[in-house]
């Protein structure tokens, strides 16, 4: 038995309206801010801990980088493997737009 084209969108377009409603449903049964803030809060976790993955693999470091206008580019990682966590210093960098 072959539905129509016309019973096929009836059926989609209720589909949708009953899957919009069930989430405004749920919007206001959690609230919005608090939804938007689930949502953030477990973006902030897995990017944190995404970041601590890469500081997994690393080492401490330093690294000179010499610029086209002449400064130089000074960064030094210091990674603690205990804490999963890392520093990142740029003393030694000039900060001004002035060539050597």
Do not use: H, P, W
């Amino acid at each position: 038995m072959s539905l129509t084209i016309r019973a096929r969108l009836t059926l989609l377009y209720f589909g949708v309206l009953t899957g919009a409603l069930l989430i405004f449903v749920l919007l206001c049964d959690y609230g919005f801010q608090r939804s938007i803030n689930t949502t953030v809060n477990e973006a902030s976790l897995n990017n944190l801990e995404s970041v601590r993955r890469v500081i997994d693999r690393i080492g401490s470091g330093r690294f000179l980088y010499k610029m086209d206008n002449g400064r130089d580019l000074c960064v030094a990682i210091s990674v603690d493997k205990q804490t999963r966590s890392a520093i990142v210093d740029f003393t030694g960098t000039r900060t001004d737009n002035r060539a050597k």
